[in-house]
């Protein structure tokens, strides 16, 4: 009997025993009766976080910290006890009165503390959804009366809704401190802050001296980290008012992030690939050499394609010349020719730049810019001035003292304007000119009045004749039946005789190529500009459908690496489109050529392969119409005069709507070699189909080869499959284009390789999206595994459909396939 009462009674303790383990587990709060030690957790609501006790890596200390549950790899975000571990599994964390979170060790001693000077009558210690820690009253869910909040304290890791920066009510700063190492918490020689001296901006320091700005905020981002704007996933934010400063950024899906700074200097951009079950870094800080911390001294602007990387900006030189041509530039630059602001200074606008560091400055809102520089001019210490908010263009920024840490940013830098002496200002060389000008502007004015009535004659003609052809402009000879079309258009008319004249009708010599369309011709147009001219011919393939559709569809879209429509002409039976002209033609002629891809070094090639991919990203994710290729390939990528890519030939493309990400088609469109397998074979076209069609292009690129066509002494598979069984060998780097030597960074090819494969998964849902083709193309860290191609060994695909399909000629080895009907 009493061993059964015994039995019973263990019962009842084991139970109470496993059901106090259940609630430590389940539940988000502690209150001043409860408290954890050993194994034991609170999780938040949600189930993300996760408090308990930890070791890091090859450590055996013990830390309180917090982090995420769902993650395998225990990712911890934040530490109590940083710089005072527990060398035993014996401490205990409780929340007690009036309102403090306490870490005691095995002999009772509080070894850390929450340092909250208010109390609360029932104080609780809740870990939010957020992974912010918080001390509150039991009945208070107001952020802004908690008495103590984790978010306040942070230790190397920046989380959504984190405010980092300064407080002026309550004098507190909040930033960032690296570990020391990955086994020790403790915080190291690295800080990050939203620095709040002059205009914000972020920075990280090594110990008090500064290594890395972000550059000012300027209403999108930061001056100097362009990649890092408002996207689908993220919005970032400064926030500036009377009472504080700070950065935060917010989540805007259900992306996993965060920002860490790790022990050696450098700040990451974390998100967690749930398919891949592993963290990506997509943007690391610094990002080059140009990141580091004023390089090229005062006035100095540094550029990381140039060679030596620093020079001083126009009408500057070397303050000490000998020691900067030993690549000693950090004591910058002066200028040509001193300020003397009593006599009148002026100011010279220098454009593309990470704008200098704005700890001297200030700053102020809803000033035009011309207001800005009057304001400037007024006061002889202030040393430039620039727009303080390129969203809405508007507000000043103002600089004094030297100008330092400029770093030039191709494409995405800002307009700066710097005080000068009037001898150097832009204003100087406009004085000379305005004498030529206003010679000028009185012939000018003679001549216009004279054009204008020549003009006026002529439109008259013009509409005379077009009321003839009964046609009154673009719309209506298109011969749409389609109304909805109709008001798509907004198209420039060139008319047939300028046509004519430009391309010396239409003369063999000035033939650029042939595609899908019919012959494309270069032009000049009588004002100088050269055009390349697409003539839609009578046995086009590709007729009149298709000739709208590229209408359409480019006339809508701008991007820096899509080509530009200038406009058509529709005359009697010509349907002509005019396009920019590209001077290098297109990448085929380039990678596929002998002696021409010898021209093309690693540098061309990535920087080629990283516009087409901003090209397609903006096709499927930016553009106001959202839109899936269908037909990438070599011979449809055209390169201007600095090689930078332009994606050509809409006359496939199709539009899809918001919550659309493809659809199915009997009518097949596409280019052998190039398509993915699904779309190919069962018509399913989506974005994913695009990705495809890029890493064949990306692996063509490395390459110097196409993947039609390609054989191997060795093996059967085509390039695809040579690529993936080189990858899988770990021998990638063979796939390398011989001619490029050993000229290229090869862990820039590995990585670019890698992430082709990964485009050219045989699965569509494997493949990743282009915004993720581009972080992945730009920033190291981890990559999933590829798994097989699509399409690996086939050199002829869908070879049993090729009856059905008629295809169109070309003068080129690829060819668009116009009616091939899939199963
Ligand atoms: P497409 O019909 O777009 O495939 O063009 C056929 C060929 O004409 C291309 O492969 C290029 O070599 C050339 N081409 C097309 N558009 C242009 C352009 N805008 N500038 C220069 N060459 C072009």
Redesign the pocket.
């Given at each position: 009997m009493k061993k059964s009462i015994n039995g019973i009674l263990l019962l009842f303790l084991v139970s109470v025993l496993c059901l106090t383990e259940k609630i430590a587990g389940l539940t988000d709060t502690l209150t001043t009766t409860q408290s954890i030690k050993g194994d034991e957790t609170i999780i938040s609501a949600g189930g993300s976080f996760v408090l308990g006790f930890f070791s890091p890596s090859s450590s055996t200390n013990r830390y309180v910290g917090i982090w995420y549950n769902k993650i395998p790899n225990q990712t911890v975000v934040w530490v109590a006890n940083r710089e005072v571990p527990l060398i035993s599994k014996s401490g205990v964390l409780e929340v007690i009165k009036p309102g403090l979170l306490v870490l005691r060790n095995d002999t009772n001693n509080t070894i850390w503390k929450s340092n909250s000077s208010t109390s609360a009558p029932n104080p609780v210690v809740q870990l939010l959804e957020t992974g912010n820690l918080v001390v509150k009253d039991a009945n208070q869910d107001d952020p802004g009366m908690f008495l103590w909040q984790s978010f306040d304290y942070p230790t190397d890791t920046s989380l959504p809704g984190m405010k980092l920066g300064h407080n002026f009510v309550t004098g507190l700063e909040v930033y960032l401190s690296s570990w020391k190492s990955p086994e020790d918490p403790s915080p190291g020689e690295y800080t990050h802050h939203c620095d709040s001296t002059g205009y914000p901006q972020n920075i990280v320091k090594k110990g008090s001296i500064l290594r890395f700005r972000t550059g000012p905020w300027n209403g999108l981002g930061f001056s100097g980290v362009p990649s890092l704007q408002k996207n689908s996933i993220f919005s970032y934010e400064v926030v500036i008012n009377s009472k504080e400063v700070y950065y935060s950024f917010k989540l805007l899906s259900s992306t996993i992030t965060r920002y860490t700074l790790s022990p050696s200097g450098v700040g990451q951009r974390w998100t967690w690939d749930n398919q891949a079950r592993s963290w990506i870094i997509y943007l690391s800080t610094p990002d080059d050499t140009c990141d580091s911390y004023g390089l090229c001294g005062a006035y100095g602007s540094c550029d990381t394609r140039i060679s030596p990387i620093c020079e001083c900006l126009d009408k500057f030189s070397p303050k000490f010349p000998d020691k900067w041509n030993k690549g000693n530039w950090s004591n910058g630059c002066i200028r040509n020719v001193a300020l003397d602001c009593q006599s009148g200074d002026g100011f010279k606008k220098y454009s593309g730049f990470k704008l200098p560091d704005t700890h001297n400055s200030s700053y102020n809102t809803n000033t035009s810019l011309k207001e800005c520089r009057r304001i400037c001019l007024k006061n002889c210490s202030c040393t430039a001035y620039s727009t303080l908010d390129i969203s809405s263009g508007s507000g000043c920024l103002f600089w004094f003292g030297d100008l330092i840490d400029m770093k030039v940013i191709s494409g995405a830098g800002q307009d700066i304007h710097v005080r000068m002496a009037s001898s150097d200002s832009d204003s100087n060389g406009k004085k000379g000119k305005k004498l030529v000008i206003s010679l000028a502007l009185s012939l000018a004015m003679v001549l216009l009045s004279l054009g204008l009535v020549l003009l006026l004659q002529r439109r008259n003609k013009k509409r005379a004749k077009q009321k003839k052809e009964g046609m009154e402009g673009f719309n209506l000879s298109m011969a749409y039946t389609d109304e909805r079309h109709k008001k798509d258009l907004e198209l420039p008319l060139f008319e047939l005789s300028r046509i004519i004249k430009a391309t010396d009708n239409f003369s063999f010599n000035n033939k650029?190529?042939?595609?899908?369309?019919?012959?494309?011709y270069?032009g000049l147009l009588e004002e100088g500009q050269e055009?390349?001219v697409?003539r839609l011919s009578e046995h086009s393939t590709q007729g009149l459908e298709e000739f709208k559709n590229e209408a359409i569809c480019i006339a809508k879209l701008q991007h820096r690496n899509l080509?530009k429509l200038l406009g058509c002409c529709i005359e009697g039976k010509e349907k002509i489109l005019i396009?920019?002209?590209?001077?290098?033609?297109?990448l085929?002629?380039f990678i596929f050529d002998q002696t021409k891809r010898k021209s093309l070094d690693w540098l061309t090639r990535f920087h080629i392969i990283q516009g087409i991919a901003r090209g397609l990203l903006y096709l499927h994710q930016d553009s106001r119409l959202r839109i899936i290729h269908r037909d990438l390939k070599a011979?449809?990528i055209?390169l201007d005069a600095d090689m930078n890519p332009?994606i050509?030939?809409f006359?496939t493309a199709r539009s899809f709507g918001g919550n659309e990400t493809g659809a199915n088609t009997s009518r097949v469109v596409g280019t052998h070699g190039y398509m993915s397998p699904e779309y190919a074979v069962d018509g399913l076209f989506s974005v994913k189909s695009d990705v495809f069609s890029f890493g064949v292009l990306l692996i063509e690129i490395v390459s110097g080869k196409r993947n039609r066509g390609f054989l191997h002494h060795g093996h059967q598979f085509n390039l695809l499959g040579h690529a993936w069984k080189l990858y899988k060998e770990e021998r990638a780097l063979e796939l390398v284009d011989l001619h490029l030597g050993n000229s290229y960074n090869s862990s820039e090819v590995l990585r670019s390789i890698h992430v082709g494969l990964l485009c050219v998964q045989q699965c569509p849902e494997d493949r990743p999206d282009m915004s993720s083709v581009i972080f992945m193309l730009g920033n190291e860290g981890h990559l999933p595994e590829a798994t097989q191609p699509g399409f690996f060994m086939e050199r002829n695909i869908v070879k049993a459909d090729n009856s059905s399909s008629t295809q169109a000629s070309?003068?080129?080895g690829e060819i668009?396939m116009t009616q091939l009907e899939a199963r």
């Open positions: 650029l190529g042939e595609g899908g369309f019919g012959p494309v270069k055009v390349a697409k080509v396009y920019e002209y590209m001077p290098n033609k297109s085929d002629f011979s449809n055209l332009k050509s030939d006359g070309s003068s080129k668009t």
